[in-house]
Nanobody, 125 residues
Framework: VQLQASGGGLVQAGNSLRLRCAAS??????????MGWFRQAPGKEAEFVGA??????FYADSVKGRFTISRDNAENTVYLQMNSVNAEDTAIYYC???????????????????RGQGTQVTVSS
């Protein structure tokens, strides 16, 4: 499956942004994939943001209460709604897809077989 993230840009601190990840059709139903969002800031390793999986929806502590993940299986799309953004949210955001994820691995990018090219989010103060 190919993934394409979009919706990034320059946003002022305190405002909102919605990222979109569109998946191409594959041999299995999109609904069977666990979908994750990760981000990578300059000079830092990739960081888990959140995921929507068969086990439920999970978030990193740093974004809990501010970010919301949703998916539209009919449109093969997953969204990341980002509210009350701050400077620490500045990063390249990636979406990732994995089939057969186990609960203990959903926060690890290596557990996802597919990763799209990222979209840059820059928060200005």
């Amino acid at each position: 499956v190919q993934l394409q993230a979009s919706g990034g840009g320059l946003v002022q601190a305190g405002n909102s942004l919605r990222l979109r990840c569109a998946a191409s059709a594959s041999g299995r139903a999109f609904s069977t994939y666990g979908m994750g969002w990760f981000r990578q800031a300059p000079g830092k390793e990739a960081e888990f943001v959140g995921a929507v999986t068969r086990f439920g929806t999970f978030y990193a502590d740093s974004v809990k209460g501010r970010f919301t993940i949703s998916r539209d299986n009919a449109e093969n799309t997953v969204y990341l709604q980002m509210n009350s953004v701050n400077a620490e949210d500045t990063a390249i955001y990636y979406c990732a897809a994995g089939a057969g994820l186990i609960l203990s691995s959903i926060r690890q990018l290596s557990a996802y077989a597919y990763r799209g090219q990222g979209t840059q989010v820059t928060v200005s103060s």
